[in-house]
């Protein structure tokens, strides 16, 4: 469940890159390289959170958890932050997301899934 979360979070992050991306080339931006700079960061993002999600904690692997529980880490103040800017509307169910996707990477099944007797 913890890859499900961590692949949707990769769609999302991809899916407003490629958005600013589009925005910017059809005239949107007031600052170009800004707005540049910003949808190769989603792409990335969304990319890397998708190899993470499937390359990584859907195969089993080890390394896969620690970018998963990082990435819910900087999701928690970027909530806050949404929170804060009057968005609670997105920055709640962001922070609902993040606190599951830690703890379901957290927990002990998991822990023993990617482990075993050594956790």
Known sequence: MAAVIVALEGLVALGLGVYAAVGTVLG??????????EAAFGVLIGAGLLWVAWGGLLAGQRWGRAPGVVAQIFLLPVAVTLIQSDQPALGIPL???????????????TTHAFFGDDA
């Not at 949107?28 to 700079?37: E, F, V, W």
């Not at 922070?95 to 099944?109: D, F, K, R």
């Open 95 to 109: 922070i609902a997301v993040a606190l599951a996707g830690l703890g379901m990477l957290l927990a002990p099944p």
């Open 28 to 37: 949107g931006a007031s600052d170009l390289t800004a707005a540049l700079a």
